[in-house]
């Protein structure tokens, strides 16, 4: 994860940002919660860190679509060109994952904002549970 400030391979984040940059889960591990734990734990600590947005870049096609949009995160509309642009981008630097080559290739970026109640805490709920 990288806040403002922090060196970032594919995106600067900008002041009150965190951005997920890398994120993955075993495939014989998917579909137990452990996604949503490791988000649920990013998110902690950016709110820990005084973020008020939590930010990430998705392939089109991934299955972890439906866990981000799940736990809140909206995706973000793209322009003609920064749509074709991610679509180049996605091509020349990871082939065609997930099948890619349709009207809905190459990839996006997914928002969701922080939410604090009124003392200021985070309202992550996150389950400390051994997995």
Not at 66 to 92: A, H, N, P
Not at 113 to 129: Q, T, W, Y
Request: aromatic residues 8%; contains cysteine; proline residues 5%.
């Amino acid at each position: 994860m990288c806040l403002h400030g922090m060196p970032c391979e594919l995106h600067t984040p900008e002041k009150g940002e965190a951005y997920v940059d890398w994120i993955a889960v075993l495939p014989r591990a998917r579909g137990k919660g452990v996604g949503t734990k490791l988000m649920a734990w990013c998110e902690e600590v950016a709110m820990a860190k005084g973020a008020t947005r939590m930010t990430l870049g998705v392939i089109n096609g991934n299955p972890a679509i439906r866990l981000y949009e799940r736990i809140g995160y909206v995706k973000q509309t793209q322009s003609g060109s920064d749509r074709c642009w991610t679509c180049l981008f996605m091509c020349l630097c990871f082939g065609r994952p997930y099948g890619c080559c349709h009207p809905e290739w190459g990839g996006m970026m997914m928002e969701k904002p922080m939410l604090h109640d009124e003392e200021g805490r985070s309202s992550v709920n996150l389950n400390h549970a051994n997995i």
